[in-house]
């Protein structure tokens, strides 16, 4: 496996279809959660916030930021964690 240098456009464009195909999966889940659970709702704001960032080429919002997806979508599973009272192993 090497790091991805984003040199091969193509490449990156396949990578990026398939996190707006999670973001449009993952819309109804932070709705649903948002409506149980007020704070959820920040979750979907920044995940949209996230991704419009990477679309106008800004990569570094996909995983290597503290606001990235990856970021963001790892604190709604760590919040989602603590709120079910599932213990981390």
């Given at each position: 496996?090497?790091?991805?240098?984003?040199?091969?456009?193509?490449?990156?464009?396949?990578?990026?279809?398939r996190f707006a195909d999670l973001d449009r999966r993952?819309?109804?889940?932070?709705?649903?959660?948002?409506?149980?659970?007020?704070?959820?709702?920040?979750?979907?704001?920044?995940?949209?916030?996230?991704l419009t960032r990477v679309r106008d080429g800004e990569?570094?919002?996909?995983?290597?930021?503290?606001?990235?997806?990856?970021?963001?979508?790892?604190?709604l599973h760590e919040d989602l964690l603590v709120t079910?009272?599932?213990?981390?192993?």
């Amino acid at each position: 496996m090497t790091a991805n240098d984003h040199t091969d456009r193509e490449y990156d464009a396949r990578v990026l279809d398939r996190f707006a195909d999670l973001d449009r999966r993952a819309e109804p889940v932070c709705d649903r959660l948002s409506g149980a659970v007020a704070r959820f709702a920040r979750y979907r704001v920044r995940l949209s916030a996230a991704l419009t960032r990477v679309r106008d080429g800004e990569l570094q919002y996909v995983a290597d930021d503290l606001a990235s997806y990856h970021s963001v979508w790892f604190q709604l599973h760590e919040d989602l964690l603590v709120t079910l009272g599932i213990p981390r192993h």
